[in-house]
């Protein structure tokens, strides 16, 4: 276009497409993105502005080019992913807090794309973008998300914490439930409040017994006691069998006293719970070789592919005596796991 400033909103009242299409090709950036944001509402009727719309996501200047994306992207298009990835990677913060809003408003949980695109911003080193994300997770009940909120439940800012129990409390399924019943033991009070509440919400059985129901409240509260405390409640979890206590002993594992989680490590072990696996592989990079040493002998008794592989980490452990016993664990696993495949082939 010319030296002249075409006036856009002038272009907007005259529906005038033509003179809006020529705006996304001017030398001022503010000029494309403004013409970008007026002829969003002609695209999706509309192929041929659809398709100037998508030539302006190669624009030389990244808030051009970003911004298109986020506004495209409150469209729902599906063929906009690297674009997308784009603007988590190099957007200002608000750009990337406008692409989270899009995600959890137009697209679906349960695609890959998008799942990796959350993951991306749960990464940021930007804390509002980190909080987005989780909220962005939520909204969007993203069952693959559980794993990387529960990460955040290890964040030392308790502000991320609630924010993960939040998210948590939105998808609500069982994992998911699991970890928010462990934040009841969280060292913050406001957590515990937020995991109260989220339970509340939910309002499953299974929720509603770890708010109402009395012995289990007494668990929590002898688990958020004194280290000696918490080691006896450990222990009679483990003799009990009580199964609905493994969320509190997940918990445990990541207890600032290293007796407290030896001790729960130990008690997953010997209840044998195989959803704990994930729990004992952070387990086995903790700082204190005692630690490591009672997660590799508690992975001896979950027959698993993914228990091997753990325990196969720590045979170049630098502790002498954890790589022995993960030598020992590693052999003694891997025969039982070919003689259980074997038995299931010939049963077959």
């Known amino acids: 276009m010319g030296f002249i400033t075409p006036n856009i909103q002038k272009l907007i009242k005259e529906n005038d497409v033509e003179g809006l299409l020529k705006c996304l090709t001017h030398k001022k950036a503010d000029i494309r993105l403004k013409a970008v944001g007026a002829l969003i509402p002609k695209a999706e009727s509309d192929n041929a502005v659809m398709e100037s719309l998508k030539k302006v996501l190669s624009d030389k200047e990244p808030k051009v080019r970003i911004g298109a994306t986020i506004r495209l992207a409150q469209l729902g298009l599906k063929d906009i992913m690297e674009d997308m990835k784009y603007a988590v990677v190099n957007g200002t913060k608000s750009e990337k807090i406008d692409l989270l809003r899009a995600l959890a408003d137009a697209y679906k949980a349960r695609d890959e794309s998008v799942s990796n695109l959350l993951v991306m911003a749960i990464n940021d080193k930007t804390a509002l973008i980190q909080i987005e994300a989780m909220k962005t997770m939520g909204q969007m009940m993203d069952t693959t998300a ?11 800012r308790h502000a991320m914490r609630i924010e993960s129990v939040k998210a948590l409390g939105l998808i609500a399924t069982q994992p998911a439930i699991d970890l928010i019943i462990g934040s009841l033991m969280d060292k913050h009070p406001d957590v515990r409040k937020e995991a109260r509440e989220a ?62 989680r030896i001790e729960a490590i130990r008690a997953i072990g010997l209840m044998k719970d195989k959803g704990s696996i994930s729990v004992l592989a952070r387990c086995g990079d903790d700082p204190y070789f005692d630690v490591r040493l009672e997660t590799v002998k508690s992975l001896e008794r979950l027959v698993t592919r993914e228990s091997l592989l753990i325990v196969e980490k720590r045979i170049k452990d630098f502790n002498h005596n954890v790589r022995e016993e993960a030598k020992s664990v590693y052999y003694h696993l891997l025969d039982r796991l070919e003689k259980l495949e074997h038995r299931d082939d010939k049963e077959e």
Request: glycine share 2%; aromatic share 4%.
């Open 146 to 156: 559980v794993y990387h909120l529960s990460e955040m439940l290890h964040d030392r």
């Open 199 to 260: 339970l509340d919400n939910i309002g499953s059985d299974r929720a509603q017994k770890a708010i109402n129901d009395a012995p289990f409240m007494l668990l929590v509260k002898r688990m958020n006691s004194s280290v000696a405390i918490k080691t006896d409640t450990i222990k009679h979890i483990a003799k009990q069998k009580i199964t609905e206590g493994l969320p509190l002993l997940r918990k445990a594992c990541s207890d600032e006293y290293k007796n407290v």
